[in-house]
Every structure is written in C-alpha cells, then in structure tokens.
T-cell receptor, first 114, second 117 residues
Framework: DGGITQSPKYLFRKEGQNVTLSCEQN?????MYWYRQDPGQGLRLIYY???????QKGDIAEGYSVSREKKESFPLTVTSAQKNPTAFYLC?????????????FGPGTRLTVL | GENVEQHPSTLSVQEGDSAVIKCTYS??????FPWYKQELGKGPQLIID?????GEKKDQRIAVTLNKTAKHFSLHITETQPEDSAVYFC????????????????FGKGTKLSVKP
C-alpha cells in the first residue's frame, strides 16, 4: 500500500524545545516538501528536496531545519528559533519537480506550543 | 513574486446545484494547475489538474478550465453532494524565471465549500 505517512498526528511542545516531525514515503518519489498551514491560509513552503543529500529553503524556512539522508525520509525539525510554531504541518512528495508537479500529501501533523 | 488569488473564500450551495471556484495567477510561465480537496484534519487530495497546453479537462462531475491569456483557471463541480463539502485549494507552478524554485507550487488561500442537503 503506497503512500506518505507522517507522525505523530498530534504533537505538543513547550516553549524553547526543539521537536522533529517525521515524513516517510514509499512511492519512490525523488522530490519531497514541507508546508505549513495556518487557519484560513493557503499552504506555505518551508523546505524542499529534489534528491538525497540536497535540500533548499522555501518561503518561510527561518526557525526550521531538515535533512534528506534517505530517499524515503524527510524529517522536519521545528527549532526554538521559530517564533510562532503552532500550525498544521504537511509533507508532500512528487516524482519530479521540474515538469508538471503532481504532489501527493501526507495526513499532516498538528503542532501545538504550550 | 508569483501570486495566486482564489475566490470566493466561502461558498454555500444546495445539494444538486453547481459550484464554481476561480483562481488567477501572475506568472505567465506557469504551466501546471492542480486542484486539491482538503477535509477537516486531513491532508489535501489531488482531485484534478490541468496543464498549460489544454483548455479544459473533465472527470465525472468535476471539470477545470484554463484561460492562459487572462491567466485564470476555474474548478466546476456539478450535481453537488454533501460529501463535496470541504476546503478546495488551487495552485500554480513557478515558471522558468524563478531559477531553482521553478516547478514549485504556489497555493491559493482556499475556498470552504458547504453543500446543504
């Protein structure tokens, strides 16, 4: 059963803590993405990766970090430098990024800062 | 930079009626336009997409039209059903002028569709 999984579904963090959100795909896709979604807003791109060991900043990368050590995995770390981290985080993947960018999304992780 | 405007932000229709959601984009080099449906608490699902070399595409009750000259595209849902109730997002790709970001998607802010039985 192919798809994208994200864990955990809900995550609570105290101020000043770093947390890592997991994203795994078994679609054999080259490109992976992290988006942030706030109420009433569209999806905003945090980071993206076209291939293993390479990633690029998106529109709102400050306070976040990523790694891409395996093709299947693209974890996102929300650091204490992110001023307003409470949001719904979505991971996506696509076969290629440069032509007809059909992206498939995971179920999301809702992060709440206490 | 590239901007995607989506209207309306909320739309309420009676079951069986049609629903139309419109988006405009600013980058004339955009070449791919997907539509996503997002149910509460879930990730977006791709429901239909269109490429810049096509003017219209249909899939059962949903259709998308693209006007490249005017830089706008629309989602049409006919014979709406209560299960169509969700938030719908349009998106457009960044074109060649955006260098390494070419191919990334820019999303509209979404339309909350409510279908009343």
């Amino acid at each position: 059963d192919g798809g994208i999984t994200q864990s955990p579904k809900y995550l609570f963090r105290k101020e000043g803590q770093n947390v890592t959100l997991s994203c795994e795909q078994n679609l054999n896709h080259d490109a992976m993405y992290w988006y942030r979604q706030d109420p009433g807003q569209g999806l905003r791109l945090i980071y993206y990766s076209q291939i293993v060991n390479d990633f690029q900043k998106g529109d709102i990368a400050e306070g976040y970090s990523v790694s891409r050590e395996k093709k299947e995995s693209f974890p996102l770390t929300v650091t204490s430098a992110q001023k307003n981290p409470t949001a719904f985080y979505l991971c996506a993947s696509s076969k290629r990024r440069d032509r007809g960018n059909e992206q498939f999304f995971g179920p999301g992780t809702r992060l709440t800062v206490l | 930079g590239e901007n995607v405007e989506q209207h309306p932000s909320t739309l309420s229709v009676q079951e069986g009626d049609s629903a139309v959601i419109k988006c405009t984009y600013s980058d004339s080099a955009s070449n791919y336009f997907p539509w996503y449906k997002q149910e509460l608490g879930k990730g977006p699902q791709l429901i239909i997409d269109i490429r810049s070399n096509v003017g219209e595409k249909k899939d059962q009750r949903i259709a998308v039209t693209l006007n490249k000259t005017a830089k706008h595209f629309s989602l049409h849902i006919t014979e709406t059903q209560p299960e169509d109730s969700a938030v719908y997002f349009c998106a457009a790709t960044l074109g060649r002028g955006y260098g390494g970001s070419q191919g990334n998607l820019i999303f509209g802010k979404g339309t909350k569709l409510s279908v009343k039985p």
